[in-house]
């Protein structure tokens, strides 16, 4: 039985996925399903670059909006979950879908044959690792991390408390890396997954791709990020759900608690995620599937949709 097309667009943030997306759903006939961790989040709009209803052209964006904000936990597993289910309505509807995003999890979790279910939670080691981390202060695990399973440190901020606990969390219960648990990305047992995955990565030289950052925030605070991220931190949720972990929602926070002005809140906003798109270039570049598109060689970005939909219409290797 030949498998599905599932045609991807990553890359890191600010690089034009949206915009190259819609151009490609508009041509082939597809709808859109959103592979970013905040954008699934309800009333986490500016923060997120979440595309508003015009700039969507009349194309459906699954998994955004998806999901409330104060939702304790939504796993990769879970998100796999929805987008699959996503992802076969669009083909059963005739349609085709795209994903888009750079969150690279998520993407694996499409395009490997991972299994997310293997290790189960140890909550008394999980509280003996965040006693750690509040005694000793914070980046105190992921120095930890870094010593003893690097590769998974690389891609995790040092910030994000929870997935680092969990990182820490498999290594102890099982002495592998979290990524051993998550699949194999080598794919060495020769495991299938249901689709065809056409993969395409928007990059650009570094310069650019820091100034369309440092820009994008300034469009961001422009257009309310201020008063988006304060009214979410007047709800009072708890500072540790995941939602809250978005850049520029997490580093406004600490603005309205006193700990930053507001120029130190935002160029905090901007340095953090000049890293993020860092880190999520060294992500994405170890799959050898993806074909690169340098955004700056394009005279518009309808010129890249162009390429971008040349490509996806080829033909397609069955890996």
């Given at each position: 039985?030949?498998?599905?097309?599932?045609?991807?667009?990553?890359?890191?943030?600010?690089?034009?996925?949206?915009?190259?997306?819609?151009?490609?759903?508009?041509?082939?006939?597809?709808?859109?399903?959103?592979?970013?961790?905040?954008?699934?989040?309800?009333?986490?709009?500016?923060?997120?670059?979440?595309?508003?209803?015009?700039?969507?052209?009349?194309?459906?964006?699954?998994?955004?909006?998806?999901?409330?904000?104060?939702?304790?936990?939504?796993?990769?597993?879970?998100?796999?979950?929805?987008?699959?289910?996503?992802?076969?309505?669009?083909?059963?509807?005739?349609?085709?879908?795209?994903?888009?995003?750079?969150?690279?999890?998520?993407?694996?979790?499409?395009?490997?044959?991972l299994n997310f279910?293997?290790v189960q939670s140890?909550?008394?080691?999980?509280?003996?690792?965040?006693?750690?981390?509040?005694?000793?202060?914070?980046?105190?695990?992921?120095?930890?991390?870094?010593?003893?399973?690097?590769?998974?440190?690389?891609?995790?901020?040092?910030?994000?408390?929870?997935?680092?606990?969990?990182?820490?969390?498999?290594?102890?219960?099982?002495?592998?890396?979290?990524?051993?648990?998550?699949?194999?990305?080598?794919?060495?047992?020769?495991?299938?997954?249901?689709?065809?995955?056409?993969?395409?990565?928007?990059?650009?030289?570094?310069?650019?791709?820091?100034?369309?950052?440092?820009?994008?925030?300034?469009?961001?605070?422009?257009?309310g990020l201020v008063?988006?991220?304060?009214?979410?931190?007047?709800?009072?949720?708890?500072?540790?759900?995941?939602?809250?972990?978005?850049?520029?929602?997490?580093?406004?926070?600490?603005?309205?608690?006193?700990?930053?002005?507001?120029?130190?809140?935002?160029?905090?906003?901007?340095?953090?995620?000049?890293?993020?798109?860092?880190?999520?270039?060294?992500?994405?570049?170890?799959?050898?599937?993806?074909?690169?598109?340098?955004?700056?060689?394009?005279?518009?970005?309808?010129?890249?949709?162009?390429?971008?939909?040349?490509?996806?219409?080829?033909?397609?290797?069955?890996?």
């Amino acid at each position: 039985m030949e498998k599905l097309k599932l045609i991807l667009i990553v890359g890191p943030t600010a690089s034009g996925k949206t915009a190259a997306s819609i151009y490609a759903a508009i041509k082939l006939n597809g709808e859109i399903v959103s592979a970013d961790s905040i954008q699934v989040y309800k009333g986490m709009d500016i923060g997120s670059a979440k595309p508003t209803m015009q700039e969507r052209q009349g194309i459906p964006h699954h998994l955004m909006d998806a999901i409330d904000i104060n939702s304790p936990k939504f796993s990769v597993a879970e998100f796999r979950k929805m987008a699959g289910e996503a992802i076969e309505d669009i083909a059963g509807r005739g349609k085709q879908p795209i994903v888009v995003g750079g969150t690279g999890l998520y993407i694996n979790s499409l395009v490997f044959p991972l299994n997310f279910t293997e290790v189960q939670s140890d909550e008394k080691l999980r509280s003996e690792l965040s006693e750690i981390e509040e005694r000793q202060g914070r980046g105190t695990l992921h120095a930890m991390l870094q010593e003893e399973d690097p590769e998974s440190a690389a891609r995790l901020h040092p910030n994000d408390t929870k997935r680092i606990i969990r990182a820490l969390e498999v290594l102890r219960l099982t002495g592998k890396p979290i990524d051993a648990h998550g699949g194999d990305f080598s794919n060495k047992a020769g495991a299938e997954i249901p689709y065809n995955p056409v993969m395409i990565g928007l990059t650009m030289p570094r310069a650019m791709l820091y100034d369309r950052i440092n820009r994008r925030v300034d469009i961001m605070l422009e257009q309310g990020l201020v008063e988006e991220a304060r009214a979410i931190y007047d709800r009072n949720y708890d500072r540790s759900l995941p939602a809250l972990q978005g850049l520029g929602y997490k580093q406004l926070f600490r603005v309205f608690d006193g700990e930053y002005t507001l120029s130190e809140g935002i160029e905090a906003i901007k340095h953090e995620t000049r890293r993020f798109a860092k880190r999520q270039l060294t992500w994405f570049r170890r799959d050898r599937r993806i074909t690169w598109l340098d955004v700056s060689t394009f005279e518009s970005a309808g010129a890249l949709g162009e390429e971008v939909c040349r490509i996806c219409t080829g033909d397609v290797i069955d890996e």
